[in-house]
């Protein structure tokens, strides 16, 4: 990626912030809408399908449209064990904060638009132990996906595919697929239909991550390790095609 890392952290946080105004916005207008839980459930999945789809396409030029700090740092991990030129700890040090702050900003700005009380603190609680095995399964199987394509050559199906697993992964897991720190971080900010509660993000951020891990490692065992990086090699956006790409 040839941007500056200003512009490129700029992209992360705009991305987020868009990221999570669909979600939130969307379970509000949904709730406002609908007394169906699963009325409100549909309509949340499929503008956060559009919405992330449209965003992967957008930003991932600038920045590979991570909007995820499991993706960053599992992108980052990757990238060193191939010896590539990819992300950089000083990238990560930047996507992160931006990320989080991005979430944070999306969530306020869904409440302000519908009206509501702006960064309430919610009172959804989501620590239960099957919860937390919703978001291992939906943090791996977004890590595989992310991956897998790129090991596979594919990463130019990553949009429609990312937004498609997401959308999916809001029905078939207990969670509703957060899969996400720094979406799961934003949205404690909105005491909504898509809010966290401050208690339950230590765990979904503990057992999301246990998830990239188990990702990676679905990963590797499947497509096999990425060979090293040859000077040679045909690049897109700056980056091996042997490498893991940076999209969310």
Known sequence: MGAPLRRRALA?????????AVVVGSGIQATELSRDVGVQL??????????????????????GAHFNP???????????????????????AAYVPAQ??????????ADAMFGKPLARWSTHDRSAGHLLLGETVATAGLIL????????????????????YIGAAYWFTSSTSFANPAVTIGRTFT??????????????????????????????????????????????????????????
């Open 12 to 20: 992360e946080a705009v991305g987020t912030a868009s990221l999570v």
């Open 42 to 63: 549909l309509a949340n999945s499929l503008a956060t399908v559009f919405g992330l789809g449209v965003l992967i396409a957008l930003l991932g030029p600038v920045s």
């Open 70 to 92: 499991v993706v960053t740092l599992a992108a980052w991990f990757t990238g060193r064990r191939a010896g590539d030129e990819g992300l950089s700890g000083r990238d990560v």
């Open 100 to 109: 989080i702050a991005g979430a944070i900003a999306g969530a306020v700005l």
């Open 145 to 164: 996906l992310i991956f897998g394509l790129a090991r596979a050559g594919r990463d130019r199906f990553t949009p429609v595919a990312v937004a498609s």
């Open 191 to 248: 005491d909504t239909f898509a809010g966290i509660a401050p208690g339950s993000v230590a765990p979904f951020t503990a057992a999301q991550a246990g998830g990239a891990v188990l990702g990676l490692v679905l990963v590797a065992a499947v497509f096999g390790r990425p060979a090293p990086a040859q000077p040679d090699t045909p690049t897109v956006h700056g980056e091996s095609e042997l490498a893991a790409p940076s999209l969310p």
